[in-house]
């Protein structure tokens, strides 16, 4: 079982769902040629596609192009269906910064042919995350900023406030089409700025002064 790493923190919470979502800043859904919908699409990582702080991203056999997208992370802390917006932040636990690594080149293939494109986003080691802080550490979750560097360098920076959807309608949505759990994880969607990763870089994520991810590249032998 894999578990999340908090700071400040006596128990261990148990990893559950990865639920992710698409296209939540409208820069991002313009660089990738696509349109913002009036809901938010989702998809599911699994667990094992986990690894945490100085970890390392494994460039798969069957890929040739992983890109980057850093991402503010919800941990859920109490169970609930159907949830009101307006009691959807009591649901939450804690946040933290991840990483939602993709296999580009597989998953454009995929969209190209109509096919479901999981499999892009579910290889082992394509979510990395950071130590999570608990919730009465972040006053404002959508008032954060987002930085990541590739070997020093900025690729994406932008703040959560220019998400498309609320972090109480991102809640409450998901929970009408399944069951929130304690220890599930909400991946909330990049911003742009998405590019390629390589063998040997390095990747150092923020989520301003809370919380930080570092991690490199290798690619599997």
């Known amino acids: 079982m894999t578990y999340y790493r908090f ?3 006596a128990k261990h919470v148990r990893i559950g769902k990865i639920i992710c979502l698409a296209r939540t800043y409208k820069e991002h859904a313009r660089e990738m040629n696509t ?3 009036e809901d938010p699409l989702l998809f599911l990582k699994p667990a094992s596609s986990v690894i945490f702080n100085h970890g390392t991203i494994v460039i798969p056999r069957m890929s040739q192009c992983l890109h980057h997208e850093v991402e503010l992370g919800v941990i859920i802390g109490k169970n609930g269906k159907h949830i ?3 009691k959807a932040l009591q649901h939450v636990l804690g946040y933290l ?3 939602d690594i993709t296999a580009r080149d597989i998953q454009s293939i995929a969209k190209k042919n109509g096919w479901p494109w999981g499999i892009a986003k579910g290889f082992d080691t394509f979510a990395p995350l950071s130590d999570a802080v608990l919730k009465e550490k972040v006053p404002n979750p959508q008032n954060l900023d987002l930085v990541l560097k590739i070997n020093g360098a900025i690729k994406q ?8 959807y609320s972090m109480e309608r991102i809640i409450s949505f998901i929970s009408e089409i399944m069951t929130l759990e304690r220890g599930d994880l909400i991946l909330t969607g990049t911003p742009e700025g ?3 990763i390589k063998e040997g870089d390095v990747l150092e994520a923020d989520l301003g002064s809370l919380c930080s991810l570092t991690v490199n590249v290798k690619r599997e032998r």
Do not use: R, S
Request: net charge negative; aromatic share 4%; hydrophobic share 40%.
């Open 97 to 99: 910064v991840a990483l």
């Open 84 to 86: 009101g917006e307006e």
């Open 194 to 196: 998405v590019g390629e």
């Open 157 to 164: 920076k932008a703040n959560t406030n220019q998400m498309i």
């Open 7 to 9: 700071q400040e923190y």
């Open 35 to 37: 349109i913002v919908t």
